[in-house]
Nanobody, 117 residues
Framework: QVHLVESGGGLVQPGGSLRLSCAAA??????????MAWFRQAPGKERELVAR???????YYADSVKGRFTISRDNAKSTVLLQMNSLKPEDTAVYYC?????????WGQGTQVTVSS
């Protein structure tokens, strides 16, 4: 299993940037073997996939963030980053780090991102 802790959220003005970090502590399965992702959940809405990065480094982005967000991973440091640029008010949500291996999913506690002037 893997224990995930997010950091880096906060309040930012529209057009600004934030970088989220997810620190992972894996036992048994190595961190590098997990597919890692960022999800978000806005008030009154379902949790949605924002970005995903595979073991080999292939990435996927939701259409709403494509071209503005970048996901990356550092297997040596067991971390996943989400660089968020050109933030919009609709990006406001709690952002969750997710680790997936076979049929198992692990979640962090979430970090709040608020985009407002």
């Amino acid at each position: 299993q893997v224990h995930l802790v997010e950091s880096g959220g906060g309040l930012v003005q529209p057009g600004g940037s934030l970088r989220l970090s997810c620190a992972a502590a894996a036992s048994g399965i190595l961190f590098r073997d997990y597919v890692m992702a960022w999800f978000r959940q806005a008030p009154g809405k379902e949790r949605e996939l924002v970005a995903r990065i595979t073991r080999g480094g292939s990435t996927y982005y939701a259409d709403s963030v494509k071209g503005r967000f970048t996901i990356s991973r550092d297997n040596a440091k067991s971390t996943v980053l989400l660089q968020m640029n050109s933030l919009k008010p609709e990006d406001t949500a709690v952002y969750y780090c997710n680790g997936h291996y076979v049929q198992e999913d692990y979640w962090g506690q979430g970090t709040q991102v608020t985009v407002s002037s």
